[in-house]
């Protein structure tokens, strides 16, 4: 079962101020800059579809997967509001399928710290090969353990309202040094303000972070050849101030 069982019918609310356009801008612009402006892309770990959607637009042919139903349902749903046909479908971003001759393979918003350990991780790079072709580029994110490790673990809380809902998220965590993991456990109080009703969803989403030589390492043992590890959002290196680090491979020709 997904972690996200109980978190899905939340999360487009919990994310309404992230800004997917702005991070399909840059991605892109990294695609580009790595000789990739357009064609086949494939989004692993595509959650409620924002982002491939925002690269449909944007006239990439896109596919999506995720391991979450409720968010595939999510995904397939909002395309259609969108006038787009974008094939989602359900499954493990961990075992390849039939997708194959990609021009590139994102795998956004941290999917490669859900891998907690290096047999899962490479299992997602091996699945990203096997998608792409000769010459193709995978982009993806995590966790950077330098950030890590200088900021720590707090607890978090988050309020949002839309009225008439208003979703207050607490997130509290534990931090494992000795196996580079961080158990973060949330737990939502889901309000209704016209019904006068409240849920709680309790959810535990286990990470793990990555340096850059664990995963240049990865990915060099499952055929791609490293092209690149930056801080978020930018060309600079991964530094402590910035918990979330991208990098970007190429699947040899």
Not at 27 to 44: F, I, M, Q, Y
Not at 48 to 71: K, N, P, Q, Y
Not at 148 to 154: C, K, S, W
Request: aromatic residues 12%.
């Amino acid at each position: 079962m997904s972690v996200f069982a109980d978190y899905a019918p939340w999360y487009d609310l919990l994310y309404r101020d992230k800004d997917y356009a702005a991070e399909v801008d840059f991605v892109e612009g990294r695609l580009r800059d790595h000789g990739v402006a357009s064609g086949k892309l494939l989004d692993l770990g595509c959650g409620t579809g924002v982002h491939a959607i925002e690269f449909a637009r944007r006239g990439w042919d896109v596919a999506g997967i995720d391991l979450s139903a409720d968010m595939i349902a999510k995904a397939k749903t909002r395309a259609v509001e969108a006038g787009l046909e974008i094939p989602f479908r359900q499954g493990d971003a961990c075992e390849a399928g039939a997708e194959r001759d990609y021009d590139a393979v994102v795998s956004l918003f941290h999917v490669a710290s859900y891998q907690t350990d290096r047999n899962r991780l490479e299992a997602l790079f091996h699945t990203a090969h096997a998608a792409l072709k000769p010459g193709g580029v995978f982009f993806f994110d995590y966790w950077y353990g330098g950030a890590v490790l200088a900021q720590g673990v707090e607890t978090r809380v988050k309020v949002i309202e839309q009225k008439p809902l208003r979703l207050t998220r607490i997130a509290q965590s534990e931090h494992d040094e000795t196996k580079a993991t961080v158990l973060v456990s949330y737990t939502l109080f889901c309000e209704d303000t016209n019904r006068s009703t409240i849920r709680r969803v309790d959810e535990t989403h286990h990470m793990r972070y990555w340096f850059p030589f664990e995963v240049e390492a990865s990915l060099r043992s499952t055929g791609l050849e490293p092209a690149g590890t930056h801080a978020w959002l930018s060309d600079a290196a991964p530094n402590s101030t910035v918990w979330a680090a991208y990098s970007i491979a190429r699947k040899s020709f």
